[in-house]
């Protein structure tokens, strides 16, 4: 019988006791949590939440930031029964709101002073009855219906011990896990529902595929609200792993050099901006040292794609892949700490050209496709031999096949029971008992998937030709000037784009040939710099068809944000809202366009 997953973290823990289970830095020391006080503070949240006449699987919300009491939290309601509902902690009121009464939520934790603020005007209006705030600090403004959490911890103590035990014991497989809102690129968001025979299926299949364990060290720098870190620190916790919290994600990369990991799940853009920096710095860099670099980089190319291939280097390849590590890669491998093993990554496609340059300098990016719907993970690089335009192979106990319109389908134990409260929603998405993933794509002899685009997104030009967005920003994505890149061509006579520039490495380059400038605006109306990224986007954009390359471009003086509601919790784009926010610049684009002609 498979085991569930609270009783089997109950036993793990209790036998772990004193090593360390979760770090977290608090005013700037490290501190570490025991399995032991996992399991305790667990426990004790249970028992408050059993103390505050919790039914069985009342929903209960978590509205914060990554750190301990998350976990603490979030283990808690699961222990007591009940059914954890994560919140994005960049979620504005009204999308916190309308999570709060989809789920019939009561109970929420909250993270911060900015999510408590939002959380009490719920509470004014009744939409919730009780916050609890996770850390001392927050202000609860004399709201008797708030309260710390050492404080609602305490209450715990008052439970009966016999409902505590009835609740462990009447555990079943079919008690849902969790509800995760999937971000909503379009529409509102949609309550998954995952119960512990998906989790069980997932940990299932990653035990026959990857080896983790408790010499592993990870960093929990990803929202915990998302399902890939979610569903991850679950499986360190399966496996005795440590893992890190980081609490604010923009200290990544310098927590990375102190932590020094050997795992990490991360997004494509991490990769990405990494890339971009080393690239950046290249440019400034004297032409000894971009020599240098470059016939590194080959060797190193050159050397991965045998090993890749099974395939044995030369004596002098090998002798010029030592030199070039120990000159060149020991020292790109030290911004990711120098001690990874492996990298999951997941959310969206990487970049061909980008994985192979982190794979040909020794970095494993482990690159993977999946959905909330399937409780992360579909499919995987995996082995040697893989294709980098796939996404790899579908994990052990998970069907993949093609459907109509060239969908990808997916069947197995991993995939959710449904949408919360949503019959008709839930039907439409599945297809005799096969899961629609809304992407299209194809199944090569190998095995491997390869994702070609997503059917909901492909925009049609006014000339009848079909655009993958995704393919085209992802080809500009690469240039170390781009940050973002937001595509516009559906019902339109050509491509164009709006293009945020990565302002660090434009005004280094601005300075180094003496551009003068007073402010972002005035640096990207600069002839100069408008025609630098005309030539980039022309040598990029090589490989594409001309239907599919950027004619025009707009370059904007700031980012997509969340708190404008053009990007998601996931960093994907609200291309409706992004293209409503700019439509006077989209306009110019076009108008232009039909002046010079």
Same mark, same amino acid.
């Given at each position: 019988?498979?085991?569930?997953?609270?009783?089997?973290?109950?036993?793990?823990?209790?036998?772990?006791?004193?090593?360390?289970?979760?770090?977290?830095?608090?005013?700037?020391?490290?501190?570490?949590?025991?399995?032991?006080?996992?399991?305790?503070?667990?426990?004790?949240?249970?028992?408050?939440?059993?103390?505050?006449?919790?039914?069985?699987?009342?929903?209960?919300?978590?509205?914060?930031?990554?750190?301990?009491?998350?976990?603490?939290?979030?283990?808690?309601?699961?222990?007591?029964?009940?059914?954890?509902?994560?919140i994005y902690p960049t979620n504005t009121t009204e999308q916190t709101r309308y999570?709060?009464?989809?789920?019939?939520?009561?109970?929420?934790?909250?993270?911060?002073?900015?999510?408590?603020?939002?959380?009490?005007?719920?509470?004014?209006?009744?939409?919730?009855?009780?916050?609890?705030?996770?850390?001392?600090?927050?202000?609860?403004?004399?709201?008797?219906?708030?309260?710390?959490?050492?404080?609602?911890?305490?209450?715990?103590?008052?439970?009966?011990?016999?409902?505590?035990?009835?609740?462990?014991?009447?555990?079943?497989?079919?008690?849902?896990?969790?509800?995760?809102?999937?971000?909503?690129?379009?529409?509102?968001?949609?309550?998954?529902?995952?119960?512990?025979?998906?989790?069980?299926?997932?940990?299932?299949?990653?035990?026959?595929?990857?080896?983790?364990?408790?010499?592993?060290?990870?960093?929990?720098?990803?929202?915990?609200?998302?399902?890939?870190?979610?569903?991850?620190?679950?499986?360190?916790?399966?496996?005795?792993?440590?893992?890190?919290?980081?609490?604010?994600?923009?200290?990544?990369?310098?927590?990375?050099?102190?932590?020094?990991?050997?795992?990490?799940?991360?997004?494509?853009?991490?990769?990405?901006?990494?890339?971009?920096?080393?690239?950046?710095?290249?440019?400034?860099?004297?032409?000894?040292?971009?020599?240098?670099?470059?016939?590194?980089?080959?060797?190193?190319?050159?050397?991965?794609?045998?090993?890749?291939?099974?395939?044995?280097?030369?004596?002098?390849?090998?002798?010029?892949?030592?030199?070039?590590?120990?000159?060149?890669?020991?020292?790109?491998?030290?911004?990711?700490?120098?001690?990874?093993?492996?990298?999951?990554?997941?959310?969206?496609?990487?970049?061909?050209?980008?994985?192979?340059?982190?794979?040909?300098?020794?970095?494993q990016i482990q690159a993977g496709y999946g959905m909330t719907e399937t409780t992360?993970?579909?499919?995987?690089?995996?082995?040697?031999?893989?294709?980098?335009?796939?996404?790899?192979?579908?994990?052990? &106990?998970?069907?993949? =096949?093609? $459907? /109509?319109?060239?969908? +990808? !389908?997916?069947? #197995?134990?991993? @995939? *959710?029971k449904g949408y919360y409260n949503m019959p008709e929603e839930t039907a439409k998405?599945?297809? &005799?008992?096969?899961? =629609?993933? $809304? /992407?299209?794509?194809? +199944? !090569?002899?190998? #095995?491997?998937? @390869? *994702?070609?685009?997503?059917?909901?997104?492909?925009?049609?030009?006014?000339?009848?030709?079909?655009?993958?967005?995704?393919?085209?920003?992802?080809?500009?994505?690469?240039?170390?000037?781009?940050?973002? @890149?937001?595509?516009?061509?559906?019902?339109?006579?050509?491509?164009?784009?709006?293009?945020?520039?990565?302002?660090?490495?434009?005004?280094?380059?601005?300075?180094?040939?003496?551009?003068?400038?007073?402010?972002?605006?005035?640096?990207?109306?600069?002839?100069?710099?408008?025609?630098?990224?005309?030539?980039?986007?022309?040598?990029?954009?090589?490989?594409?068809?001309?239907?599919?390359?950027?004619?025009?471009?707009?370059?904007?003086?700031?980012?997509?944000?969340?708190?404008?509601?053009?990007?998601?919790?996931?960093?994907?784009?609200?291309?409706?809202?992004?293209?409503?926010?700019?439509?006077?610049?989209?306009?110019?684009?076009?108008?232009?366009?039909?002046?010079?002609?």
């Amino acid at each position: 019988m498979t085991q569930h997953l609270v009783s089997s973290f109950r036993a793990k823990f209790a036998a772990r006791n004193a090593t360390t289970a979760i770090r977290f830095k608090e005013q700037d020391l490290w501190q570490d949590i025991t399995w032991s006080a996992l399991l305790d503070n667990s426990d004790r949240v249970a028992k408050a939440l059993l103390f505050m006449g919790c039914e069985v699987q009342t929903k209960v919300g978590i509205f914060a930031n990554n750190r301990p009491e998350w976990s603490f939290a979030d283990l808690g309601i699961l222990t007591a029964r009940c059914v954890t509902v994560p919140i994005y902690p960049t979620n504005t009121t009204e999308q916190t709101r309308y999570i709060v009464n989809n789920a019939d939520i009561d109970y929420l934790f909250v993270g911060g002073q900015e999510q408590f603020d939002k959380a009490l005007h719920l509470l004014k209006a009744n939409d919730l009855k009780l916050i609890i705030a996770l850390t001392d600090s927050i202000d609860l403004k004399a709201e008797p219906k708030a309260v710390h959490f050492s404080d609602f911890i305490k209450q715990g103590d008052q439970a009966a011990d016999v409902e505590f035990e009835q609740r462990l014991n009447d555990a079943t497989m079919d008690d849902l896990v969790t509800l995760i809102y999937t971000s909503g690129t379009t529409g509102q968001p949609k309550g998954v529902m995952l119960d512990y025979t998906n989790f069980a299926a997932a940990f299932s299949s990653h035990d026959k595929m990857i080896d983790v364990s408790e010499s592993d060290t990870s960093i929990a720098f990803l929202p915990l609200s998302h399902v890939l870190e979610r569903s991850w620190s679950f499986y360190l916790m399966h496996c005795g792993a440590t893992n890190v919290h980081l609490e604010n994600p923009k200290l990544i990369i310098d927590v990375i050099a102190e932590v020094k990991p050997t795992l990490l799940v991360a997004v494509p853009r991490l990769y990405e901006k990494i890339y971009s920096t080393i690239h950046s710095r290249l440019e400034s860099a004297s032409k000894v040292k971009k020599a240098l670099f470059n016939w590194a980089t080959g060797v190193g190319l050159n050397h991965f794609k045998l090993i890749h291939h099974n395939q044995q280097p030369s004596f002098l390849l090998a002798q010029q892949h030592k030199l070039a590590d120990k000159l060149i890669f020991s020292k790109l491998r030290g911004i990711l700490g120098g001690n990874t093993r492996f990298l999951p990554c997941g959310g969206a496609k990487v970049d061909p050209d980008i994985n192979q340059f982190f794979q040909s300098i020794g970095i494993q990016i482990q690159a993977g496709y999946g959905m909330t719907e399937t409780t992360a993970t579909v499919c995987c690089h995996r082995g040697t031999d893989y294709d980098f335009g796939s996404i790899g192979l579908p994990l052990p &106990d998970i069907e993949v =096949k093609i $459907g /109509d319109d060239n969908e +990808i !389908l997916v069947r #197995g134990n991993a @995939v *959710m029971k449904g949408y919360y409260n949503m019959p008709e929603e839930t039907a439409k998405n599945f297809i &005799d008992g096969w899961l =629609k993933t $809304g /992407d299209a794509g194809k +199944i !090569l002899a190998s #095995g491997e998937v @390869v *994702m070609t685009e997503r059917i909901k997104e492909l925009m049609k030009t006014s000339n009848g030709k079909y655009i993958a967005p995704q393919l085209v920003e992802g080809t500009l994505n690469k240039d170390h000037f781009i940050d973002q @890149v937001a595509i516009v061509a559906d019902s339109r006579h050509f491509v164009s784009a709006l293009i945020v520039p990565s302002f660090e490495a434009l005004e280094e380059y601005a300075n180094s040939i003496n551009l003068q400038f007073s402010s972002k605006a005035e640096l990207l109306r600069h002839s100069h710099i408008v025609t630098m990224f005309e030539k980039r986007l022309q040598d990029l954009q090589g490989e594409l068809a001309n239907f599919e390359k950027v004619k025009k471009f707009k370059l904007l003086n700031r980012e997509f944000c969340m708190k404008k509601g053009e990007i998601t919790p996931t960093l994907k784009l609200r291309r409706k809202v992004i293209e409503s926010e700019y439509k006077k610049d989209i306009d110019e684009m076009y108008n232009s366009d039909k002046n010079e002609r």
